[in-house]
């Protein structure tokens, strides 16, 4: 098994709901079991168009997927939810998936790098991933902690798992 972060948002609809339902998806997905849960956090948007705050959370989980095994449940899930894969770039969405590491693999492909390419800018991941794990690092030891003070949005915490 193979621990890896997976991060979760929604700013439509009822925010809160469609982020608890994905995390339950996900575990209750065969190879995947949920470890760990960060609170919920309400947060700007970081780039995109102008809209509506999201919530956000961070799951640590256990997995027997490949990455790209992975990348595909959070699609579906997504998916499941109802998700619009025609929507804008970083716009509104009913719910994300993001596998933001995959133990300390490291993953360049056209649609999917592990570590996810934006942890470090984004106080929306950083918060809630440092949560359930203060002392993360990338696969190059970098501590995600270290990016804390330079990431971007504001994070506020709305409640406990």
Known sequence: MTQSYIGFGSNVGDRILFVRRAVEELDDTAG??????????????????????FVN????????????????????????????????????????????TYGEDKVSEPDLEIPHPRIRERRFV?????????HETDPWGTPFADSLDEAEGNVDFLESW
């Open 32 to 53: 995947v079991r949920v470890t760990r849960v960060s609170g919920l956090y309400e947060t700007s948007p970081v780039g995109g168009p102008p809209q509506r705050s």
């Open 126 to 134: 950083l918060v809630p991933l440092l949560e359930i794990a203060p």
């Open 57 to 100: 959370c961070v799951a640590s989980i256990d997995t027997d997927l490949t990455p790209r095994q992975l990348l595909v449940v959070c699609k579906e899930i997504e998916d499941k939810l109802g998700r619009d894969a025609s929507e804008i770039r970083w716009g509104p969405r009913i719910i994300d998936l993001d596998v933001l």
